[in-house]
């Protein structure tokens, strides 16, 4: 036997293992690259409607301090009743996008946190339809959620918003360092 012929056969066989090897490296990078990127949509998706999700509960909470107020009721109440609905549907496509069943449990931990903002808007509503003729400045309102109760009443919502906000922001942050892991791997 040649030697010669031994060793072509012996990078012969290494080209073709070095072969499959790169192959499968570039289908994994691929695949991650497609996964990165279809995280990084996500995010974006997320974040236009968590921003309606905020608009539309700022205007509900801003229409629940004129609730008990208003010269026209009949347009004042058409136009609650839109907010109102305009803000659960938002709610509920938002959370749409965390579904219950995830690695790590955070997902359940950020609905929640949605789950308390739209709770202390309801909560205030039945709050205003009770009182709202003997207490427009909702002095004697009292959350349920027990992180909003150290609060003066004018500043609950701002500490709601900023709670949502942080913990929002921490979610996103974390599924973006997730999406740029998955591109390094």
Known sequence: MNWTTI???IAAFVSLVNVFVTIRNNKAQI???IISSSRVQW????REIYSNFIKLSTEFHNELLFLGVCDNEENFDKNFNMVRGNLWSSYYQLISYFPKKDSDGRNSEIVSIFNEL???LEE???YSLEYSYRDVTFSEFVPSFQELQRYD???QYKA???M???EFSCYMKAEWVRAKLEVEN
């Open 7 to 9: 060793f072509a056969g």
């Open 31 to 33: 695949q991650a690259q």
């Open 43 to 46: 995010i974006k998706e997320v």
């Open 118 to 120: 739209v709770n202390f």
């Open 124 to 126: 205030k509503l039945e």
């Open 153 to 155: 009443v004018p500043e």
């Open 160 to 162: 709601m918003l900023n």
């Open 164 to 166: 949502v906000s942080d």
